[in-house]
């Protein structure tokens, strides 16, 4: 049997809980959510580009249509040969993906949304793109945009 004393050392604390009405909203309340995609992965064999790649780089009729990752990012603005440092320790940050404006407004895109409707979700400024870099040595993520 457990003798416990008649007086405990710590009395009771009183805690008010939060009225949740009065609570902050969430943080997923507080943004807009984007219509969901499923990305299917396809390991590619070496030599093989995402997708068709003409002279000067990516093909117009792609736009909408350049999600991936890995490889070396295709820059909008162009000067992506160099990739960034990370603002921390200096080093060269790791490419691992580029989020392109998924329902650009095009006839060979089959994620076309019209741009004049209020539907048009995944559109970066003017047919944007997202950069997602890692850094490996401080184990951040950095992110970047380009449009044209």
């Known amino acids: ?3 416990f004393p008649d ?3 710590y009395p009771p604390i009183d805690v008010a809980l939060p009225d949740r009405a009065a609570m902050p909203q969430t943080f997923a309340s507080k943004m807009e959510i984007l219509p969901e995609f499923r990305v299917n992965l396809t390991r590619l064999k070496p030599g093989e580009t995402a997708y068709p790649v003409d002279g000067d ?3 117009e009729d792609m736009e909408g249509q350049r999600t991936k990752l890995g490889g070396l ?3 909008i603005q162009g000067g992506g ?3 960034p440092d990370c603002p921390s320790c200096g080093n060269k940050l790791l490419f691992v993906a580029q989020i392109d404006s998924v ?3 095009w006839s ?3 994620h076309s949304v019209n741009a004049l409707s209020k539907d048009q979700k995944w559109m970066f400024g003017d047919v944007g793109m997202i950069y997602v870099f890692f850094c490996k040595e401080c184990l951040e993520a950095h992110a970047d945009f380009e449009c044209y």
């Open 7 to 9: 007086s405990n050392p």
């Open 103 to 105: 329902e650009h407004q």
């Open 1 to 3: 049997m457990i003798d």
């Open 81 to 83: 040969e160099e990739l």
């Open 73 to 75: 990012p295709e820059s």
């Open 57 to 59: 780089g990516f093909s």
């Open 108 to 110: 060979t895109n089959p």
